[in-house]
């Protein structure tokens, strides 16, 4: 019997549910039958899992989805510190017990993983379609520039110009110590951050808040970072004409307005 004449039917019917996780390079399956499935030339190991159902109510919030399974399996233990700087995708597909084809049935982004009791995790996902109703950004006119940093479209700083080469000598906190920072003036760094190849999360990132010498303090906590690590590290930008032309050389493409009056047209005052 097909996937659809056994959904169908009264009586024939054994779902089984397939959980996929992918992080970068990385893949988890999972399965709620209680013996490993081979599906789709792929292992699906055998859990205790399940969800509450995908919901298409129209509203984002609403219509996020919970999945419940053991704190130990992978997609849960990577919210356990740092949340991973990639996303993690999560597909679920339906299938019968004795039938070869499945559907895909959900297609999210997980956003959250809570850990409501000991041993057990609720992973919240949210659907691609939520992340589209997201209001768009809209610029505005400033002083400052509105542009996030090395953005290819907007800012067109090129990151690899000013990539630095640094290896971790000393993690106290969340404040690191760095060789290879060289006589970089204190507060270059401030608002960048710094980025690495994990085995198995892929690149990964962590946003720096001030940098005096050598000494680096993160924003946030610095799991993760350990001695020996070689990372990259890129410097911020204030935002501001002096940064822009002096650090980046990149005054043509600021997108603030320097020289805009501080009086407004719409203050109500007749006389502008």
């Known amino acids: 019997m097909s996937y659809d ?15 996929s996780f992918t992080l970068g390079s990385a893949t988890w ?3 709620s039958s209680d013996q490993q499935v081979v599906q789709g030339g ?8 399940s969800d509450d159902g995908v919901k298409q109510t129209g509203e984002a919030t609403t ?11 992978a997609p ?13 995708m999560c597909r679920i597909f339906h299938m019968h017990e004795g039938d070869a084809e499945s559907a895909l049935c959900y297609i999210g982004e997980v956003t959250q993983v809570n850990l409501p009791q000991p041993g057990t995790a609720i992973i919240t996902c949210d659907t691609i379609g ?10 505005g006119w400033q002083r400052s520039c509105p542009y996030a940093l090395y953005d290819e479209i907007t800012c067109k700083a090129d990151k690899a110009q000013h990539a630095l080469d640094l290896t971790i000598i000393e993690v106290v906190g969340n404040a690191v110590k760095f060789d290879g920072i060289g006589g970089a003036a204190d507060g270059t760094f401030n608002g960048g951050y710094i980025e690495w190849e994990h085995p198995v999360q892929g690149i990964e990132f962590r946003g720096i808040e001030a940098q005096v010498g ?16 070689k ?16 650090k980046f050389n990149n005054l043509d493409n600021y997108g603030g307005v320097p020289d805009m009056p501080g009086k407004s047209p719409f203050d109500g005052d007749p006389v502008f």
Do not use: H
């Open 5 to 19: 004449s056994i959904e169908r039917s009264n009586e024939d019917g054994r779902p089984i549910y397939l959980y």
């Open 130 to 139: 939520a992340s589209m109703q997201r209001d768009g950004l809209r610029l």
């Open 76 to 88: 849960a233990q990577m919210f356990l510190g740092t949340p991973p700087s990639q996303a993690i």
């Open 42 to 49: 792929y292992k699906w190991s055998p859990v205790a899992i």
């Open 29 to 31: 399956r999972y399965t």
């Open 63 to 73: 219509d996020g989805l919970n999945i419940t399974a053991p704190s130990s399996i």
């Open 231 to 246: 990372v990259k590290a890129y410097p911020g930008c204030a935002r501001t004409v002096s940064d822009c032309e002096g």
């Open 214 to 229: 050598a000494t680096v303090t993160m924003f946030g906590l610095a799991d993760g970072l350990y001695y020996g690590l």
